[in-house]
């Protein structure tokens, strides 16, 4: 059970203006210093990024050059880093990324279920066409991995075993983003059978200010985070889908905020230097849901709310996002609005002891 001291209350449902349910959560705030600069709740919470560590884990592959030794374009390194939505265009360009690597399906181990995206699963049931591994919206991730396994002439048959040289690459490129050590990083297994990580906010934080802001990286480690910013904030729907929180703020901001959600009520965005104002830094954003956030009613609205109160987005993006959050209607049966969400938190300076 996640630590309640953790958490802080975050997003509130009212009905008829009473009441009705409570998000908790917890945010942090880093600069690429690694300096806390505000927050929510503890920055020491610990939780799994889940599909948010997939920018981390495409590092080892980017930074060894793969992308260019197998002529992998801009929009097939964001596919690597995805939670796709599975349709028609992200399997196309899944099936192109493999072929040019000389990888077939079967390779994939991430397992199969219908597509994220509804009218592409409700026409494959229509058709009584069954799912693939193409649809799994981690399959972009475990090609990348099995990229990089070819690339370096290690074995293809066990890629997703902790002691598999990709799995070993991607823990050390992870806990060096987030300044930890490999065995500070707790280990689980993710929902397509990879390796997950769990790590404390502050830290994880800390990774994605580094992703858009590099600076006092090693040149090759730094050149990859930079070609991982660009591929995904350039290429926002091969990274989630159509009207996905991820996909659309990145859509909005135009290259200035990189976002990618996890499971469970995850998340983490890397703000670009100079994104709020000239002169302003990169900062890196981790936050959970505590309850996992299984509708996803708190998340966006909650990360929209981040972003405002930073000063991160501007007037028009804001009013572009509104059906995202903040403030979030709640409608019935009948498209009547019987009630709303909106954020109950303000970020605070966090001062650590």
């Not at 987030?178 to 500070?184: A, G, I, M, Q, V």
């Not at 997950?196 to 580094?210: C, E, K, M, S």
């Not at 990169?282 to 509708?295: E, H, L, P, V, W």
């Amino acid at each position: 059970m996640p630590n309640q001291n953790d958490y802080a209350p975050i997003f509130e449902y009212t009905r008829g203006g009473t009441p009705e349910s409570l998000h908790y959560g917890a945010i942090a705030i880093v600069n690429a210093q690694g300096d806390l600069l505000a927050g929510v709740g503890s920055p020491d919470t610990v939780s799994f990024m889940r599909s948010s560590a997939k920018p981390f884990q495409a590092i080892p592959f980017i930074e060894q050059d793969g992308h260019h030794h197998f002529g992998l374009s801009k929009k097939q390194i964001a596919l690597i880093c995805a939670s796709h939505s599975g349709t028609r265009k992200h399997v196309r360009e899944l099936q192109k990324l493999l072929r040019k690597v000389g990888l077939q399906k079967t390779m994939l181990q991430c397992g199969v279920h219908y597509p994220f995206h509804a009218k592409s699963a409700e026409k494959m049931r229509a058709k009584n066409t069954e799912p693939s591994v193409y649809h799994h919206n981690c399959s972009g991730k475990h090609s990348g991995m099995l990229a990089f396994a070819r690339l370096r002439d290690w074995p293809l048959t066990h890629y997703l075993d902790a002691d598999h040289p990709v799995q070993a690459a991607i823990l050390e490129a992870i806990a060096a983003m987030c300044d930890l050590r490999s065995t500070d990083i707790k280990i689980g297994i993710d929902g397509c059978s990879a390796p997950n990580f769990a790590a404390p906010l502050h830290n994880v934080a800390l990774g994605f200010a580094r992703l858009s802001d590099p600076t006092g990286l090693p040149k090759a480690r730094a050149k990859a985070c930079t070609t991982i910013f660009k591929a995904m904030t350039r290429y926002p729907r091969m990274v989630a889908g159509p009207k996905r929180f991820d996909s659309c703020l990145m859509r909005v901001t135009k290259g200035r905020i990189l976002a990618k959600s996890g499971a469970e009520g995850y998340l983490g965005m890397a703000v670009s230097p100079g994104a709020i104002e000239a002169g302003s830094p990169a900062m890196g954003i981790a936050m959970k849901i505590s309850d996992g956030d299984a509708s996803n009613r708190a998340r966006g609205a909650v990360a929209l709310e981040v972003l405002k109160q930073l000063g991160a987005l501007k007037a028009e993006e804001v009013t572009d996002l509104q059906t995202l959050g903040p403030n979030r209607k709640v409608n019935n049966w009948r498209k009547r609005i019987v009630g709303e969400g909106h954020p109950v938190f303000s970020l605070q300076a966090v001062a650590r002891s």
